[in-house]
């Protein structure tokens, strides 16, 4: 039995790291690739299937990139690590640092980060301090303050975070045997967009694997990159994804032109929709790992993307428990009856 040892270790020869580090690793990657048949159903797909982001150690995607930087951070030498986060990278640099015995330091904009996601990054030990400001004005911030401490910046702008995170190509490219037609995620600070589609043009040179068309979803209210220009006040439900000034927006707009794909805006509404459905496949995402999704669907029924025989994954970058209290039916009151049979059969009658 062969077993897993983390992304690293899994995909040395294809990542463009230094040489000979030890990776600090918490296993992450190896997530399910998981069919959604009633999706791909409705659209006439042949095949519609979710890269379930949420199982890896600390319930999201950023754990690949994590694990990557931490342990160069490492290898030279580093104490501290620091980075802004809408929550997700907080809670992953954390239990990395935790791991490896290094401060961390997690800026984050003030009451916009989900409860799941600001508990995990203080069990872990990460000095969280909150600004009165957005992500954008955070990003800012330890980009000047990184230097100072001296601490290393671990967000997206981390070139070795890109390089983890694109074994999630990797990973699809094994599973599947080439590139699905479409690939379809969220876009926010847009270090992802561009890691995918970096690792699958890496394949697709040294193993003529193919690359798929790359679909980036936005917020409507939250969508620099459909606007074109900075969304000075960024508003979605999806506050993983709420941030007005991407990092890295130039090469995702590259990545989804060069791959012949796009980037569109979905609404809020549309966006809970999506995470129901995927609910209702068995798969619970948090709201912005629903908007490929939604971001699909509406090109789809539009007769933009014509997906009737074609493959198309979904990265659903994290994990539902992160962000239950918006979850539409939640707050619904629960059915409460007398702890008897009698009164819970007469309750349970439709
Ligand atoms: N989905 C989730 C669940 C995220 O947490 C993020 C980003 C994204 C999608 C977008 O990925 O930024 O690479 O385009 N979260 C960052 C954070 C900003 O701080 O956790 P991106």
């Given at each position: 039995?062969s077993?897993?040892?983390?992304?690293?270790?899994?995909?040395?020869?294809?990542?463009e790291?230094?040489?000979?580090?030890s990776?600090?690793?918490?296993?992450?990657?190896n997530?399910?690739?998981l069919?959604?048949?009633?999706?791909?159903?409705?659209?006439?797909?042949?095949?519609?299937?979710?890269k379930?982001e949420?199982?890896?150690?600390?319930?999201?995607?950023?754990?690949?990139?994590m694990?990557?930087?931490?342990?160069v951070?490492?290898a030279?030498?580093?104490?501290?690590?620091?980075c802004?986060?809408?929550?997700?990278?907080?809670a992953s640099?954390a239990?990395?640092?935790a791991r490896?015995?290094?401060?961390?330091?997690?800026?984050?904009?003030?009451?916009?980060?989900?409860?799941?996601?600001?508990?995990?990054?203080?069990?872990?030990?990460?000095?969280v301090?909150?600004i009165?400001?957005?992500f954008?004005?955070?990003l800012?911030?330890?980009?000047?303050?990184?230097?100072?401490?001296?601490a290393?910046?671990?967000?997206?702008?981390?070139?070795d975070?890109?390089?983890?995170?694109?074994t999630?190509a990797?990973e699809?490219?094994d599973?599947?045997?080439?590139?699905?037609?479409?690939?379809?995620?969220p876009?926010?600070?847009?270090?992802?967009?561009s890691?995918?589609?970096?690792?699958?043009?890496?394949?697709?040179?040294?193993?003529?694997?193919g690359?798929?068309?790359?679909?980036?979803?936005q917020?409507?209210?939250?969508?620099p990159?459909?606007?074109?220009?900075?969304?000075?006040?960024?508003?979605?439900?999806a506050?993983?994804?709420r941030?007005?000034r991407?990092a890295?927006g130039?090469?995702?707009?590259?990545?989804?032109?060069?791959?012949?794909?796009g980037?569109?805006?979905?609404?809020?509404?549309?966006?809970?929709?999506a995470?129901?459905?995927?609910?209702?496949?068995?798969?619970w995402?948090?709201?912005?790992?629903?908007?490929g999704?939604?971001?699909?669907?509406?090109?789809?029924?539009?007769?933009?993307?014509?997906?009737?025989?074609?493959?198309i994954?979904?990265?659903?970058?994290?994990?539902?428990?992160k962000?239950?209290?918006l979850?539409?039916?939640v707050?619904?009151?629960?059915?409460?009856v007398?702890?008897?049979?009698?009164?819970?059969?007469e309750?349970l009658?439709?």
């Amino acid at each position: 039995m062969s077993s897993w040892r983390g992304v690293l270790e899994q995909y040395r020869e294809w990542l463009e790291l230094p040489q000979g580090i030890s990776p600090v690793t918490l296993l992450e990657g190896n997530t399910p690739l998981l069919s959604i048949p009633h999706l791909a159903a409705d659209w006439n797909s042949s095949a519609a299937y979710v890269k379930v982001e949420g199982m890896n150690p600390t319930g999201s995607f950023k754990d690949r990139g994590m694990t990557a930087a931490v342990s160069v951070a490492v290898a030279g030498g580093a104490r501290a690590l620091i980075c802004a986060s809408t929550g997700n990278t907080a809670a992953s640099a954390a239990a990395y640092a935790a791991r490896a015995g290094l401060r961390c330091i997690v800026l984050i904009p003030e009451g916009q980060v989900a409860a799941g996601k600001l508990a995990g990054a203080r069990a872990h030990g990460a000095e969280v301090v909150q600004i009165q400001g957005s992500f954008d004005a955070a990003l800012e911030l330890v980009q000047e303050l990184a230097p100072l401490l001296p601490a290393v910046l671990v967000n997206s702008l981390n070139p070795d975070r890109l390089e983890g995170q694109a074994t999630a190509a990797f990973e699809i490219l094994d599973h599947l045997g080439g590139a699905p037609d479409w690939l379809a995620l969220p876009v926010g600070n847009a270090g992802n967009i561009s890691a995918l589609w970096l690792g699958f043009r890496r394949m697709a040179e040294k193993r003529s694997s193919g690359t798929p068309r790359i679909l980036g979803a936005q917020a409507a209210g939250a969508a620099p990159l459909v606007v074109g220009s900075p969304v000075e006040n960024p508003r979605t439900v999806a506050s993983a994804i709420r941030i007005g000034r991407p990092a890295r927006g130039p090469q995702a707009l590259a990545a989804a032109r060069e791959s012949g794909g796009g980037i569109v805006s979905v609404p809020d509404s549309e966006i809970l929709r999506a995470q129901a459905d995927l609910a209702s496949e068995g798969i619970w995402v948090e709201p912005a790992s629903a908007a490929g999704v939604a971001a699909a669907r509406a090109e789809i029924e539009s007769g933009r993307i014509d997906i009737k025989g074609k493959t198309i994954v979904f990265i659903a970058t994290g994990h539902g428990l992160k962000d239950p209290a918006l979850y539409p039916h939640v707050n619904d009151p629960i059915l409460t009856v007398l702890a008897n049979p009698r009164a819970l059969m007469e309750a349970l009658r439709t």
